[in-house]
């Protein structure tokens, strides 16, 4: 069974204090892996998606990388604005095409 | 703004009523799924549509049922509601199968 662990489940950040957020999986054949951000209340904001392991993707103060075992989103100089939940998700190859979510990051950033 | 519409955003309602959540994908998208999240269980899938077929099929109740029209949009149905369907109901949509999905802003449900 697809499974997707991350970890911390929370993490406060003073601003501007450079951190990772780690994201664990286990699925047979990947066929990509997604990062979301979510804001209380909303819904989940696609961030990035990530194919093979090696990959990097960045986007402002986020860079989210991939290995075959896992990924992280390295948040760099992070604002207050980046406080919200992040979600890793996976996707299998050949199979259903739905994603199977981890729990998430709750990122605070105090300023 | 992803370009994927719900309504309604809240609803309330009481034990043993039946409600019906309603999705608009982005344009262009045929591929429209469902999702629960509550918060000890994070997000869960549901159901899959494409092009106005059923997909795939996630963990959904025999109570919980949807379906596509001719237009894409999608409806949710949830029927016979206990206290435990209380959470948020998210629709995504995604340009073919297998690509980023985009989620619509959700319907929070509240069943008394």
């Known amino acids: 069974e697809d499974q997707v662990t991350q970890s911390p489940e929370a993490l406060r950040l003073q601003e501007g204090e450079s951190s990772s957020l780690n994201c664990s999986y286990t699925?047979?054949?990947?066929?990509?892996l997604f990062w979301y951000r979510q804001d209380p209340g909303k819904g989940p904001e696609f961030l990035f998606t990530?194919?093979?392991a090696g990959e990097e993707k960045e986007k402002e103060r986020l860079k989210a990388t991939l290995t075959k075992k896992e990924s992280f989103l390295h948040i760099t100089a992070p604002k207050p604005e980046d406080s919200a939940t992040y979600l890793c998700a996976v996707g299998r190859q050949g199979g259903s095409e739905k994603l199977v979510f981890g729990k998430g990051t709750k990122l605070t950033v105090n300023p | 703004d992803s370009g994927v519409t719900q309504t309604p955003k809240h609803l309330i309602t009481a034990t043993g009523q039946r409600v019906t959540l309603r999705c608009s994908p982005r344009s262009g998208d045929l591929s429209v799924y469902w999702y629960q999240q509550s918060l000890d269980q994070g997000l869960q899938f549901l159901i899959q549509y494409y092009n106005g077929e059923e997909r795939a099929k996630g963990n959904i109740l025999e109570r919980f049922s949807a379906q596509q029209f001719p237009d894409l949009h999608s409806e949710l149905n949830l029927s016979s509601l206990e206290l435990g369907d209380s959470a948020l109901y998210f629709c995504a949509s995604s340009v073919e199968p297998g690509t980023q999905q985009f989620f619509g802003p959700g319907t929070r449900l509240t069943v008394l």
């Open positions: 699925v047979s054949g990947l066929r990509g």
């Open positions: 990530l194919y093979s």
